[in-house]
Structure formats: structure tokens, C-alpha cells
């Protein structure tokens, strides 16, 4: 069983940073596609980032340029590096691990971001 917490949102005016950080319950990287999602008030939840096994990253349209993910792999934590915010950016954040091999799949409880002046 794969446990993810996530933690680091909260709340930044328009232009701020955040970084955001997915705990995960060990070195898991190796076998799962890490992502960050994200689910807007009256909104379907949308894909974010990805970085897989190998380090490759991935982004949505929306974010590409702004937001970075990464992976600490002393610390077994995945990172969300959102910069140039803006208040569209609003939502609340999951980490999610997915290994499409064993169709396995493991979210978060999710961090709220408001983004306002």
C-alpha cells in the first residue's frame, strides 16, 4: 500500500510561489509515474505534471513555463514548484501514483492553493 501526504499550499497573491511536496510512504519512484492533479471549485479534476521513473517530466499547457516537478529521492518526496502564479491556479493539489503496468493507482487527500490579492 502506497501512502502519499501532501503539504505546502496555502494561500499567495497573484505572481508568488509555491512549492508543494507529496511524503511518500517509501522509495517508490522506480515503479510508479509520479503526478500532481488539480480540481477546481465546480471543475473535473485535470492533470498537472508528471515525471516518471526515468526523470522525464511532462506539463499541461497551462502551467508549462511556471511549474516544475520533481522528485527527492533521499526523502522520498515529489515536488511541485509553482511559480508566476496566477488566481486560475486556484484548486486543491493531489499527488498521485500510477503504475499502468499493474493498473495501481494511489492519490493523496490533496492541499488547497488560493491564489488572490
Known amino acids: 500500500q502506497v501512502q502519499l501526504v501532501e503539504s505546502g499550499g496555502g494561500l499567495v497573491q497573484p505572481g508568488g510561489s509555491l512549492l508543494l511536496s507529496c511524503a511518500t510512504s517509501?522509495?517508490?519512484?522506480?515503479?510508479?509515474?509520479m503526478n500532481w492533479f488539480r480540481q477546481a471549485p465546480g471543475k473535473q479534476r485535470e492533470w498537472v505534471a508528471a515525471?516518471?521513473?526515468?526523470?522525464?517530466?511532462n506539463y499541461a499547457h497551462t502551467v508549462k513555463g511556471r511549474f516544475t516537478i520533481s522528485t527527492d529521492n533521499a526523502k522520498n518526496a515529489v515536488h511541485l514548484q509553482m511559480n508566476n502564479l496566477k488566481p486560475e491556479d486556484t484548486a486543491v493539489y493531489y499527488c498521485?501514483?500510477?503504475?499502468?503496468?499493474?493498473?495501481?493507482?494511489?492519490w493523496g487527500q490533496g492541499t488547497q492553493v488560493t491564489v488572490s490579492s
Open positions: 517509501g522509495n517508490i519512484f522506480r515503479f510508479y509515474d
Open positions: 515525471i516518471s521513473g526515468g526523470g522525464n517530466t
Open positions: 498521485n501514483a500510477h503504475n499502468p503496468l499493474i493498473s495501481q493507482e494511489y
